[in-house]
């Protein structure tokens, strides 16, 4: 039987890399804010963006490679200052390879009011499963922010914290990312649906249906 291959740390450091220019590209983080990371988990490492470096100047070398404990093994710069939350989440999330921050600008306007997104639409059905829950308003004290996002992480692979931002999950950087860029696009929609009107939650046997299809029959998938 063929095993599976592990992917190698230059592999993670790449596809981290691509998520830290991705949310870039995309609009969801400006100058210095945001990041993305992703774990080796077979190793015990971490690999995040540089705390206050330009994203259009980020290579791949630069990213800053830490233990599980948030000590640096690699890189000449001092990681990200949410490093601690992402170690926090990584520690009781063992599904998750890749988290994504950003303060992008619809996904914060529900955060600034400390308002989840119901699932008003097949979208938010299709790639969250649920509602996309806030957590209440934290410090950033400690593990506080990390606790806040863990406390309230549910089937969504995205939680917003309460007048502060957006976090995002995925089983691996890439998939983080998407998870990041279809929250802003979704949070978009409602956004601009509320000034219109009020738009009514899918009853949850629908948001099921969704996401069942969704995740079972959607896309191409590779023969066994």
């Known amino acids: 039987m063929e095993s599976l291959q592990v992917p190698s740390l230059e592999q993670l450091r790449r596809e981290v890399w691509e998520a830290n220019l991705g949310i870039f590209r995309a609009g969801l983080v400006t100058m210095h804010s ?111 922010v990390g606790e806040a996002v863990v406390k309230c992480l549910g089937q969504a692979p995205a939680v917003l914290l309460a007048q502060h931002g957006a976090f995002a999950f995925g089983s691996t950087p890439r998939a983080a990312f998407k998870a990041a860029v279809m929250l802003e696009d979704v949070a978009k929609t409602c956004h601009l649906a509320l000034l219109l009107g009020k738009p009514r939650a899918l009853p949850p046997n629908e948001v099921r249906k969704w996401y069942g299809r969704y995740h079972t029959t959607y896309g191409q998938r590779k023969k066994p």
């Open 34 to 144: 945001g990041n993305a990371s992703g774990i080796d988990r077979r190793r015990g490492l971490v690999i995040i963006k540089p705390s206050g470096m330009d994203y259009e100047k980020l290579r791949p070398a630069d990213l800053a490679v830490t233990d599980l404990e948030g000590r640096r093994v690699q890189g000449r710069w001092k990681p990200s200052v949410d490093l601690p939350h992402h170690l926090y989440i990584y520690e009781r999330r063992p599904a998750i390879g890749g988290i994504i921050h950003t303060h992008s600008n619809y996904a914060t306007s529900f955060a600034a009011l400390g308002r989840s997104i119901p699932a008003y639409l097949t979208a938010i059905a299709d790639e969250f499963g649920d509602e996309i829950p806030c957590a209440p308003y934290v410090d950033n004290a400690g593990d506080h």
